[in-house]
């Protein structure tokens, strides 16, 4: 890769993901998160993206991390989990970091509660992909990537 070839990718994950292997697997797939992130960084290699992972519990660091964004990355996968549905704080800082970002839900927000229907993030993300379990991160991937014009 060039200098000028822009491939970098946070992963970035929110709240509850660090128990992620304790939730629902009928809804989140039973897995720790250490482990979606490895079947993430083998497709994000693939995709000759370079993938650099995040996850926090805490609004303000997640905020802070999108604050540092267009330092270290090139663009972003997020899921932030319940923040997604109400913090205007998140979707103010992803305004900030300025940078395509796809969002992904595990699950299917769409057929679950009214709550979860709702997206602070319409509108700044290139794409919302849910309900698709780990492989919507492989397509946010690919969206990304075509975004910033790496081919693989
Ligand atoms: C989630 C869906 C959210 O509604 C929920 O609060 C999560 C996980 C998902 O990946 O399906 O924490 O983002």
Excluded at 75 to 99: C, E, F, K, P
Aim: negative net charge; glycine residues 10%; proline residues 3%.
């Amino acid at each position: 890769m060039t200098a000028a070839t822009r491939n970098r990718v946070a992963v970035m994950h929110g709240v509850n993901f660090d128990v992620l292997e304790r939730r629902d697997a009928g809804l989140y797939g039973g897995r720790p998160l250490s482990a979606l992130e490895h079947q993430i960084e083998g497709w994000a290699r693939a995709a000759r993206l370079e993938p650099i992972f995040f996850q926090t519990n805490h609004e303000g660091s997640f905020v802070e991390y999108l604050h540092r964004l267009p330092d270290i990355a090139d663009g972003s996968v997020i899921n932030a989990g319940a923040w997604t549905h109400y913090s205007r704080a998140i979707a103010d800082a992803l305004g900030v970091a300025g940078l395509p970002a796809v969002e992904v839900h595990l699950s299917d927000v769409e057929s679950r509660e009214d709550w979860r229907k709702v997206s602070v993030f319409d509108g700044l993300v290139v794409r919302k992909i849910s309900g698709k379990g780990a492989e919507g991160y492989r397509e946010a991937l690919e969206v990304l990537a075509r975004e910033l014009g790496v081919s693989a």
